[in-house]
């Protein structure tokens, strides 16, 4: 990808962090913003330069990269950028890679000035993927601007979705499957255990079958994805079509929140 390229990348929690890094350590000229301010930290140390509000963040960029908690979070963001007239020039792609949902997508799309575009690029994938540069990206916009389609694939494997939003839409589905299929094997564990069954015994033998990727998340040590936006993600979904079952595993979510800020594969315990 052309270096020579000014990128922001605005939100450094635990999976921006590591995407922004990994664009500095390929030579990107990296701009950072984080609504706290001492996450920037170690990454103005790797060479980016910090700035203290978004709209600072945005001002000189040719790219601007989003990678914030839920809609809310994205729409302060955009407000803090819009508010200011002179943030965004004609040119300017905006990439938003949070998982927020098509709708979120398509109301800031109808915010931005004329000649700013806007893909929703949202990543499958943890914080060991997003520092190596091997996350599955799941683009909503089709062609691709040139330099969007460079920046994506400098983050991983890029999947082009279809028109503006699907994306998006497609995440809602894909990060869902994963919640769901991590509730349900730990359930089976809880099963079990009142069953008197060891649980390696259990574990060993739900991988060997069709939950196999899910006993593998639910057991994962090198993931950081809270269950408190694994539940928004679940929230987010169940607003599209009756869902009973995600409803359920959103109910189970939000009944521990003493695991709000732990890692998904906690709710097996």
Excluded at 149 to 171: D, I, Q, Y
Excluded at 173 to 201: C, F, H, S, T, Y
């Amino acid at each position: 990808m052309d270096t020579t390229k000014k990128i922001a990348f605005l939100g450094l929690g635990h999976m921006g962090a590591p995407m922004a890094r990994h664009l500095l350590a390929q030579g990107h000229v990296l701009t950072v913003w984080n609504r706290t301010p001492d996450k920037a930290e170690p990454l103005v140390a790797a060479g980016a330069t910090v700035a203290a509000t978004p709209a600072g963040a945005v001002r000189d960029a040719d790219l601007v990269v989003t990678m914030l908690a839920d809609p809310a979070a994205l729409r302060a963001v955009s407000d803090g950028i819009l508010s200011d007239p002179s943030a965004l020039r004609p040119g300017v792609h905006w990439i938003d890679t949070s998982t927020v949902g098509p709708e979120a997508v398509g109301a800031l799309a109808k915010r931005l000035p004329e000649g700013v575009t806007l893909t929703d690029a949202p990543v499958m994938g943890s914080v060991d993927r997003a520092a190596t540069g091997t996350l599955w990206v799941l683009a909503g916009g089709d062609p691709l601007p040139g330099p969007v389609s460079e920046l994506l694939t400098t983050l991983g494997e890029v999947t082009v979705c279809g028109p503006a939003g699907s994306g998006a839409a497609l995440k809602l589905v894909l990060i869902n499957a994963v919640v769901g299929g991590v509730g349900l094997v730990a359930e089976a564990l809880r099963l079990g255990q009142a069953l008197g069954l060891p649980e390696e015994l259990v574990r060993a033998e739900l991988a060997r079958g069709p939950l196999a990727g899910a006993v593998a998340r639910t057991y994962a040590d090198a993931s950081h994805f809270p269950v408190a936006l694994a539940a928004k993600d679940v929230a987010l979904a169940t607003g599209h079509a009756p869902l009973p079952i995600l409803e359920a595993v959103r109910a189970s979510l939000t009944a521990r929140p003493e695991l709000a800020d732990r890692d998904l594969s906690r709710i097996r315990v």
